[in-house]
């Protein structure tokens, strides 16, 4: 069990939150009622009181975290309760179909969001937004006052995260103008895997592997309408998305898609279980005062050989949806992996688009990074447990062993 330094002001704020809950002055932030009373509604999914339980009993939130969760809660209500008034006053919104949508996912920290950054670039691109994808209760149009107090809002946020955690600026750097991947906007369902990155919540996890295939349909109708509640694309251009939760669910998205365009990356596991875990170590590292990287180890290693399954039994059923991308290709040609995955789909890869490319490689290569160091042994794995787990997967795809200490 490692302790999670919090900074002085996280501190005496959690001090004086549980002296005020300890006398009955302040009402906790996880209680049903208090939540369902600030989002103003009545609604309480199962998958909210699945969600709050083990937040209250598993999680280990210090009060920080505990208002933290709370709030995301309230505007995730909020959001939905917007989202059907929407809805029932213009269902012709809704309606029309998203055409061939691209999909990003991998397991976590095999460059997914590299490749998002770079087809990004292209102006015929509608990437999600991070304005959209914490805040999408009330979308505007880019450019507008709206959009401006949003993606300040964003600025701010991230620059919380980063004084409450710094080493996401090593590990998951963050862009408040820039795209956000769909794990945030997934958050929205109520019902993901995302709100695993976040918090401890073992309860939660079982119940969400119990759902049958048409559960996690029905998450990903309730996603796509989502996506239609934002500013749509302009003519001519068509939604570029990235998450590598998509990979456990790759069914279902192409159920709700059936025309989706889908990119999976890969990169050895020897390296992608300590960066994943150095991640969640991280993040859940917000909301708790001590994370076990001892049992975060085993989990990891479990959940993404879960992912990893769900995905071959997907690629078995649509063996030409899918295109694979490996991660020492991406990084060593990011130019010829691009023009790769265009011809693929038969997409235009224009002028314009190489140059914004070309300008986007040149500012992050002169961006000032910390170092990101990580390795198997603080969280409980050796090299050999992970190979064996995921010999077969190595095999398939060709993925070779990497260096130490590489992003």
């Known amino acids: ?3 999670c330094r919090s900074p002085f002001e996280v501190r005496i704020f959690n001090r004086i939150s549980a002296r005020l809950l300890a006398c009955g002055l302040i009402r906790d932030p996880l209680e049903e009622g208090s939540i369902l009373a600030a989002a103003e509604t009545k609604e309480c ?35 939905r309760r917007n989202l059907e008034k929407e809805q029932h006053r213009h269902p012709e919104r809704f309606a029309a ?88 906007l997934m958050l929205h369902t109520l019902t993901s895997i995302g709100f695993l990155m976040l918090v401890r919540a073992p309860g939660y996890e079982q119940w969400l592997r119990a759902l049958t295939r048409e559960d996690r349909i ?38 709700v898609f ?4 889908i990119v999976q990356t890969h990169r050895d596991p020897v390296r992608v279980i300590p960066s994943f875990c150095s991640l969640i170590a991280a993040v859940r590292g917000i909301s708790a005062d001590r994370v076990d990287r001892r049992e975060l180890g085993p989990w990891a290693l479990e959940a993404c050989g879960e992912m990893l399954a769900r995905g071959e039994a997907a690629r078995a059923e649509n063996p030409d949806r899918i295109l ?33 490319m070309d300008r986007w490689l040149l500012r992050d290569r002169q961006r000032k990074k910390p170092a990101h160091r990580y390795g198997l042994q603080p969280f409980g794995l050796g090299r050999e447990e992970v190979e064996t787990k995921f010999g077969a997967y190595r095999r398939r795809y060709g993925i070779s062993g990497e260096q130490e200490n590489r992003n």
């Open 258 to 261: 059936p025309d989706a365009c």
């Open 1 to 3: 069990m490692a302790d």
């Open 324 to 356: 694979d991308v490996g991660y020492d290709q991406l990084v060593q040609d990011p130019r010829r992996t691009v023009r790769q995955v265009y011809d693929y789909f038969g997409f235009t890869f224009s002028g314009e688009m190489e140059r914004q």
């Open 45 to 79: 999914p199962v998958a909210l009181r699945r969600l709050l339980a083990s937040c209250r009993e598993e999680a280990g939130l210090h009060p920080l975290g505990r208002w933290l969760m709370g709030r995301r809660l309230v505007e995730i209500l909020a959001g």
């Open 97 to 184: 179909p998203l055409r061939r949508p691209l999909f990003i996912t991998g397991l976590p920290r095999t460059g997914t969001t590299l490749l998002y950054n770079l087809l990004a670039q292209d102006p015929a691109a509608r990437p999600l937004e991070m304005r959209e994808a914490v805040w999408p209760a009330f979308p505007s149009p880019a450019g507008g006052p709206r959009a401006a107090w949003q993606t300040g809002k964003a600025r701010l946020l991230v620059r919380g995260l980063y004084r409450m955690a710094p080493e996401l600026q090593a590990i998951h750097p963050l862009h408040a103008d820039g795209p956000e991947e769909d794990l945030t």
């Open 218 to 255: 029905a998450v990903y109708r309730d996603y796509e309408r989502r996506l239609k509640f934002l500013p749509p694309p302009a003519h001519g251009k068509r939604w570029i998305l990235k998450s590598p939760i998509h990979l456990a669910s790759l069914d279902s998205l192409l159920h």
